[in-house]
């Protein structure tokens, strides 16, 4: 069955700074999304790659694709407080299936003031 | 946001008792998702259903049932709650706007079982 890991587990950054997280596959990626939750609430869609290479930015995040679809990466630049909170990487099941999502575990980002 | 909502947000339940959860929606999506979330296992997904009395297991479905006898609303219930199954538990609804699929989550609900 496929697997995602994501790196790190947790990540404390002082505000400002950039940071980067990704996420693994065990499989070609069909589909990579990338969620954020704050503590307590539920999960806010970032951003959905498909295509290999692909690479897709809001505000100052900035997710990709790796051109073998087995990684994704998610860059923030010039981190600021309200980045804070868990990130979560999901993928589409590899056989083709649209019923279910695959998880990371998640990453866990601190911004120190 | 999404016309997804969860209820109760928070509950303390005890061993051996059933509960219930509730997931709402007001878009009439046909795929409805219950997961839970755990330190250092991600979601889980614990059943689903993609249409009206149209469900099935997800990967650590024993100890829970489902229910969706209507569209908006999706019922998850723990038959006899255990103190594993102490959780944040999630609803999602997929949607499918011009073939890029996009899950929508609830807020959450907290269940603690002594």
């Known amino acids: 069955s496929q697997e995602l890991e994501q790196s790190p587990q947790s990540l404390i950054v002082q505000e400002g700074k950039n940071l980067t997280i990704n996420c693994t596959s065990s499989?070609?990626?069909?589909?990579l999304y990338w969620y954020k939750q704050k503590y307590g609430e539920g999960l806010i869609f970032l951003m959905m790659?498909?295509?290999g290479g692909e690479e897709k930015s809001h505000e100052k995040i900035t997710a990709k694709l790796d051109e073998k679809k087995q990684q994704s990466s998610l860059h923030i630049t010039a981190s600021q407080p309200s980045h804070a909170g868990i990130y979560l990487c999901?993928?589409?099941?590899?056989?083709?299936?649209?019923?279910?999502?695959?998880w990371g575990a998640g990453t866990k980002l601190i911004i120190k003031p | 946001d999404a016309g997804i909502t969860q209820s109760p947000r928070h509950k303390v339940t005890e061993t051996g008792t059933p509960v219930t959860l509730r997931c709402h929606q007001t878009?009439?999506?046909?795929?409805m998702y219950w997961y839970r979330q755990d330190p250092g296992h991600g979601l889980r997904l614990i059943h689903y259903s993609y249409g009206v009395k149209d469900t099935d297991k997800g990967e650590v479905s024993d100890g829970y049932s489902v229910s969706r006898s209507k569209t908006e609303d999706f019922l998850l219930t723990l038959e006899s709650a255990t103190s594993s199954q102490t959780s944040v538990y999630f609803c999602a609804i997929r949607k499918q706007p011009e073939q890029i699929f996009d899950y929508t989550f609830g807020s959450g609900t907290r269940l603690t079982v002594v």
């Open positions: 999901g993928a589409d099941s590899p056989d083709g299936s649209n019923y279910q999502l695959i």
């Open positions: 499989k070609t990626l069909y589909g």
């Open positions: 790659l498909q295509k």
């Open positions: 878009e009439n999506h046909r795929y």
